[in-house]
C-alpha cells in the first residue's frame, strides 16, 4: 500500500485522494493516519478521527463482529479481506463498506512484543448491495415461475396423484380433500397421530379439534395459501396435536393443491409425519451443545480467579516476611480450595446432566456429627461470620457422608453470601422417626419470586443480590437437589422479607432411590 511516508508529493496525493478511504490504526484500532477519502465519506475532519478508535465508528452489529471475529483473524492470520461493515457518518446516515486489512511487519531492531501497526483500505459496498439485491430478487422471481411451470405439469388426475404421493411417501398418513364439495378424508393410520386405535375413523371435526390452540392459526393460513388460485403456494407447516392418549405429537404436514384448466382448485392431497422424536432428538442436542458452551464459560471465567490468586501468592512468597508468608500462605489455601470446589461442581455437573444423576453410598451416620465437623470446615473461610447448628432428635440414618457434608458446604456459602452479615446463619439437623432434614437460614432481602421457581436450575445466580467477590458458578443449588434426588429425597426453599430464605433438604432415613 502506497503511503504518505514515502516522502514524495505524488505519493502523497495518491494516498490522500485515493479511490478508497485509508486509515492506518495501532493494535488496538486507534486511528493514527487517515486520508481525505475517508474524511469525505464520514464527514468527519482528519484531526476529529485521529485518536478515535476504528471500531468506534461502526454500527452496533458491526462493533460486534469487529471484536468476534476481525480481531482475532487479524491476529491469527494478519490479514482479512472483504469484510462487510456498517460505518456511521457524523450526521448519523449508516455506509455500508467493505474492508480489507493488514498488519504490518515488525520494524528491524523492535522491541520484543511490540505490535506493529495496521493498514486499512475501507470501500463503499452500496453499488454491490444493490446488485446482490436484484440478483436475489431476479432468482425468487425465476424460483417462482420454476415452480409455477412445476405445478402446471403435475396437474393429473386425482387417482394417479394419490399413488404417486402414497409411493413417495412410505410410512407417512395421507388426507385428502374434495375442494369441490368440501368433504375431507383421513386415511385411517391418522388415528394413530390422535391417540387412538389404528382402525378408528377420524373425522374432520376429531382432527381439527386435537391441533394445538396456538398452532391453528398458522395451519389455516398455510391451507388457504395452499388452495388459493392466486397463490398456489406449496403447503408446508408444523403444528401439535394434542392425543386422546394425553401425549402431545409434533406433526410435520405437507401437501399440495390440483387445479382445473380454468385455474379452480378441485383436490387437495395431504401427507402427515411424525416428527416427534426427531424434534426431542434436535432439542437434546441443542441443550448439549448450550451446556459445553456454558462449561467452557464457566472454566474460563470462574477458575481463573483463583489460579490467578495462587500464581501471584507464590511471587510474594518469594520476598516475603513471616507475617507476609502466614498471610499469603492462607490466601493461596483458600483460593486453592475453591478452585476445587469450582472443579467439583462442573464434575458433579457433568455426572449429573450427562451420565444419568449423582452416585452416592450410603452408610449409617450420625448426622448431628456430620454436619458438626463439616460446619467446623466451612466457618474457617468466614472468620468474622457466625454460624449457629441446632440438633433435634438422635439416631442413626443411611446417606452418603461426603453427599451430606457438600449439601452443608453449598446451602451455608450460599447462606454466608446472601445474607445479611450481622445476622448468623442458622443450620438445623433433624433425625426424625422416617427422615433425615436439613434446616439452612438466613436472615437479608427475600428470593425473588420468579427466581423462587428455577433457582434449583443450573446456571443460575443471585445477581444483584450477591456480595463483592462472592462470584460463584451457579451450580451449588442444581447439585443439591441432584443429592437429594439421588438419595430419594427432595429439596424446597422458603423466602420472605420477614421470615428470610429456609432451604429444606429431606431424606429418607432409611434409604432410597438412587445408588
Not at 490522500?16 to 493514527?32: N, P, S, V
Request: hydrophobic share 40%; charged share 25%.
Amino acid at each position: 500500500m502506497t503511503s504518505p511516508e514515502d516522502g514524495s508529493g505524488d505519493a502523497l496525493d495518491l494516498y490522500e485522494l485515493a479511490a478508497c478511504g485509508l486509515l492506518t490504526t495501532a493494535a488496538d484500532g486507534t486511528i493514527q493516519r487517515v486520508n481525505r477519502t475517508m474524511c469525505g465519506w464520514t464527514g468527519f475532519a482528519a484531526a476529529e478521527l485521529l485518536g478515535k478508535r476504528f471500531q468506534d465508528l461502526l454500527t452496533m452489529g458491526s462493533k460486534l463482529f469487529h471484536h468476534t471475529h476481525w480481531m482475532p483473524l487479524l491476529q491469527m492470520q494478519g490479514s482479512v479481506a472483504e469484510v462487510q461493515l456498517e460505518v456511521v457518518r457524523r450526521d448519523g446516515r449508516v455506509l455500508p463498506v467493505l474492508v480489507n486489512a493488514a498488519r504490518r511487519e515488525p520494524k528491524p531492531g523492535a522491541a520484543p512484543g511490540a505490535r506493529p501497526p495496521v493498514d486499512v483500505a475501507v470501500f463503499i459496498a452500496t453499488d454491490r448491495r444493490k446488485y446482490e439485491r436484484e440478483l436475489l430478487f431476479a432468482r425468487r422471481r425465476a424460483e417462482e415461475l420454476l415452480a409455477s411451470e412445476r405445478q402446471a405439469q403435475e396437474a393429473r388426475a386425482h387417482a394417479e396423484a394419490r399413488l404417486r404421493l402414497a409411493l413417495d411417501s412410505a410410512r407417512l398418513c395421507l388426507w385428502t380433500v374434495d375442494l369441490r364439495t368440501g368433504a375431507r378424508h383421513y386415511e385411517c393410520d391418522v388415528a394413530v397421530l390422535l391417540g387412538l386405535p389404528p382402525s378408528e375413523e377420524v373425522t374432520p371435526e376429531a382432527y381439527a379439534a386435537c391441533i394445538h390452540l396456538e398452532d391453528r392459526a398458522a395451519e389455516a393460513a398455510a391451507y388457504a395459501a395452499a388452495i388459493d388460485p392466486g397463490r398456489r403456494a406449496t403447503y408446508s407447516v408444523e403444528y401439535r396435536l394434542l392425543g386422546h392418549d394425553g401425549v402431545e405429537r409434533i406433526v410435520r404436514s405437507t401437501g399440495r393443491s390440483f387445479f382445473d384448466e380454468d385455474g379452480r382448485p378441485v383436490h387437495f392431497s395431504g401427507v402427515l409425519e411424525d416428527v416427534t422424536d426427531r424434534r426431542r432428538i434436535e432439542a437434546a442436542v441443542r441443550q448439549r451443545a448450550l451446556v459445553a458452551e456454558q462449561l467452557i464459560g464457566i472454566v474460563s471465567h470462574d477458575l481463573r480467579n483463583p489460579l490467578n490468586a495462587v500464581l501471584l501468592g507464590t511471587q510474594l512468597l518469594e520476598d516475603a516476611d513471616a507475617e507476609l508468608q502466614r498471610v499469603t500462605t492462607s490466601r493461596i489455601a483458600a483460593a486453592t480450595h475453591r478452585a476445587n470446589r469450582l472443579i467439583t461442581d462442573l464434575l458433579d455437573f457433568t455426572q449429573a446432566r450427562l451420565g444419568g444423576g449423582l452416585r452416592v453410598a450410603r452408610r449409617e451416620i450420625h448426622l448431628h456429627q456430620v454436619a458438626a465437623d463439616c460446619l467446623d470446615e466451612v466457618v474457617l473461610a468466614w472468620p468474622t461470620r457466625e454460624v449457629e447448628h441446632r440438633r433435634t432428635g438422635e439416631g442413626l440414618g443411611l446417606a452418603d457422608p461426603d453427599r451430606i457434608a457438600q449439601i452443608l458446604t453449598n446451602l451455608v456459602n450460599n447462606a454466608l453470601t446472601y445474607g445479611t452479615p450481622d445476622q448468623p446463619v442458622t443450620v438445623t439437623t433433624a433425625v426424625l422417626p422416617g427422615a433425615l432434614e436439613i434446616q439452612v437460614h438466613n436472615a437479608g432481602r427475600p428470593i425473588p419470586p420468579e427466581l423462587q421457581a428455577k433457582i434449583f436450575e443450573p446456571m443460575q445466580r443471585g445477581g444483584a443480590q450477591a456480595r463483592p467477590g462472592s462470584r460463584s458458578v451457579g451450580l451449588g443449588l442444581y447439585i443439591v437437589r441432584e443429592i437429594a434426588s439421588a438419595h430419594g429425597g427432595r429439596v424446597s426453599v422458603r423466602s420472605t422479607e420477614r421470615e428470610g430464605t429456609t432451604f429444606v433438604v429431606v431424606l429418607p432415613r432409611a434409604g432410597g432411590a438412587g445408588g
